[in-house]
Structure formats: structure tokens, C-alpha cells
């Protein structure tokens, strides 16, 4: 069987263009090949293989073989460990900690710069941080954090922990900073247009707001910055929901749920408010409405939308919508309960 390493036989005309690559590896020129006059791949391929384990040892047919795609070489990418941890003394010659604010500010942005570079690596974002401060009086400081969207620039780390550091009491010396990434998320990267010079706006636009939620969060606390997320039910009082700003991502129940059928208001009452109408027939629309005591003449109402859903979770409603506006420009939206008959005053356009 012919030797899959042979050299072209010597009948073969060769191009004169074609050479071996002149790739020298540092044990050719500091080891047995270098001995023997061989000092280029081309020139160890030109030996016979089947001596070539006895002379040079086992290793180098292996390198041979991978270094020609005749063996795999897998590349083993690296991997952040579950948490992402930075530490940084802050003691000097005199083994003693700091009280100055600029130098533990100093000391943070150093930990969050490391932590960022890590994350630029893997391509993700800091989800959840915490940071600790050691104190001489060997009782840590320690915050927990967590952030509205993954960021990994590490101006925006320390933005959002600069401000807790500066209401920190620094009557105890710090020895220490440890910054822990203690939950990552892909970052979402897209590519920008050719000639899109907002681009770079637009993503310090998104850092920034992942920042100023973070700031407000330790300020005011988690639970009294919300957000509003939609979901997949057509009731107006359940089409929406507040959460956490920086709470975990909510499941994906609304995907592709089709959106509402006609116009909502900016305005939504938390609960429908009974109010006296003014119609014709059972099925035409309202002429008229009472507001705080006073009859509003309407000038249009356009409807109805009829929405009928909540069967299965005992919560069923039966309802033609309309949107009325008066004389003056404003405009309501109010509904007919089909099941009672009565009208409810449900929302406001602005």
C-alpha cells in the first residue's frame, strides 16, 4: 500500500510553482530532525515513515498526521466557569485597608474591566452581579444586583455599582473587592447598515437604559421598578402584566399571538366603571354618555368589536366594544356587557 506521506514520485512532472511550505517547527531545529540534517516539514516527508517513529518517537507521526488533515486536530473552545469571579486587594505596602471613595472607585473599575473583557469573549452579558467589600473588621459588605438586560461594557458595570459605592459608609477600612458575574446571557448582536451612523447611538442608548434601571433598582428596590410585558389574551384587563424590570425573561406564551383587532386606548381603567348611555336599539350605537354627572353628545362611535373568550378559566366575558368621541375631540372606550346588558366605561384615548 502506497504511503499516504510519500513524497510525488519522481516521474511526476512537478509545477514549478509548487513548493513544500516552508513552516518551521521549533523541535525541527532543536531536537533529533535537526541532527539529521532536517530542518522543514518537506524535508521530514521525505524520509521513510516506517523509521521515523524509532528515531524521533511516536509524537512526531502524530504531529505529521495532524498537521496534514490526516488525523482530526479538534479545537476545544474555552468556557467561563458558572460564575465569573474578579478580585483586587486594596491594601498597600502597609498592609492596611482604604476609606478614600477614589481609590475604591479606582479599584471597581480595574475588577469590572477584567470581568468585561471576560465576557467580551464568550460573547455574553452580565445578567446578575454581586459584589463584595472586605473589611478589616472581618464583616464583608456584600450587594446583589441584577440588571433589565444583559451588558457587558464595563463603563456600564461600573455605573451601576459606582452609585452604591459612593452611599457606602467608609468608617471601616476596605482590604478588598470581589466582583462576581454570578448570571451571564448571549448578548443579541446584529449587523449594522453600511451607512448607519446612529448605529453606535443606538446601542449607548441600550446600554444606558440597562444602567439607569440598575441605578433606580438599588435606589428605590427591584419591586418598585416594574415593566409591562404583553401576553396572549385578548380580555384587555389580562392582555398585559408588570413584573420586575430586571426580573427573569417571561415565557414566550404570547408568540406569535395575533394582535388586538382594533384600537386600544393609552389609558386603561383598572377595573370597567358603570355609566349611563344614551342608544336607540339594543345593537345601535351609544348617542350620548354620562360622565361625572354631565351628558357628553357624541359626534362618532365606531364599533362594535365583539369579544367573547375566558371560558376555560372561569373568568368569560362577553362584550361589544365601541370608540366614541364627543364634540370637543375626546374620545372613550366603552363597552356593552352582553350578558347583563349593562355599558362600562373601560378606557380614555389621550
Do not use: K
Not at 451607512?195 to 440597562?210: I, K, S, Y
Not at 370608540?323 to 350578558?339: I, K, N, P, S, T
Amino acid at each position: 500500500m502506497p504511503d499516504v506521506l510519500a513524497p510525488p514520485a519522481s516521474s511526476a512532472p512537478r509545477s514549478s510553482r509548487f513548493r513544500w511550505p516552508p513552516c518551521r517547527w521549533p523541535w525541527l531545529r532543536r531536537s533529533a530532525p535537526a541532527r539529521l540534517g532536517v530542518g522543514t516539514i518537506g524535508g521530514l516527508l521525505r524520509l521513510p515513515r516506517a523509521g521515523l517513529p524509532a528515531r524521533l518517537g511516536e509524537e512526531v507521526l502524530d504531529a505529521l498526521d495532524r498537521a496534514l488533515g490526516a488525523r482530526d486536530d479538534p479545537l476545544r473552545p474555552a468556557a467561563l466557569p458558572d460564575l465569573l469571579r474578579e478580585r483586587l486587594e486594596t491594601t498597600g505596602e502597609t498592609d492596611a485597608g482604604t476609606d478614600r471613595l477614589v481609590d475604591l472607585a479606582f479599584a471597581l473599575e480595574a475588577v469590572a474591566e477584567r470581568a468585561a473583557a471576560r465576557l467580551d469573549a464568550e460573547g455574553r452579558g452580565a445578567r446578575a452581579l454581586t459584589l463584595v467589600l472586605e473589611r478589616e473588621d472581618a464583616r464583608p459588605v456584600r450587594w446583589a444586583l441584577r440588571l433589565a438586560s444583559p451588558v457587558a461594557g464595563a463603563r456600564t458595570l461600573v455605573r451601576v455599582l459606582h452609585q452604591r459605592l459612593e452611599r457606602q459608609d467608609l468608617s471601616v477600612p476596605v482590604t478588598a473587592l470581589e466582583l462576581t458575574v454570578t448570571e451571564t446571557a448571549p448578548l443579541v448582536l446584529r449587523q449594522a447598515e453600511l451607512f448607519d451612523v446612529d448605529a453606535g447611538a443606538r446601542a449607548a442608548v441600550g446600554e444606558d437604559l440597562a444602567c439607569l434601571l440598575g441605578r433606580l433598582e438599588g435606589l428605590l428596590g427591584p419591586r418598585r421598578v416594574l415593566r409591562v410585558d404583553l401576553r396572549a389574551d385578548h380580555r384587555p384587563e389580562r392582555a398585559h402584566a408588570a413584573r420586575p424590570a430586571s426580573g427573569l425573561d417571561p415565557p414566550d406564551e404570547g408568540e406569535g399571538a395575533p394582535g388586538p383587532p382594533g384600537p386600544r386606548p393609552t389609558r386603561l381603567l383598572e377595573r370597567p366603571a358603570p355609566i349611563a348611555v344614551l342608544v336607540d336599539g339594543h345593537h345601535d350605537p351609544p348617542r350620548a354618555l354620562r360622565l361625572e354627572g354631565d351628558v357628553v353628545p357624541l359626534a362618532s362611535a365606531t364599533g362594535p368589536e365583539r369579544l367573547e373568550t375566558g371560558f376555560w378559566d372561569g373568568a368569560e366575558v362577553r362584550r361589544d366594544y365601541w370608540v366614541v368621541a364627543g364634540e370637543d375631540g375626546r374620545a372613550w372606550w366603552v363597552f356593552r356587557d352582553l350578558e347583563g346588558g349593562g355599558w362600562f366605561l373601560h378606557g380614555v384615548f389621550d
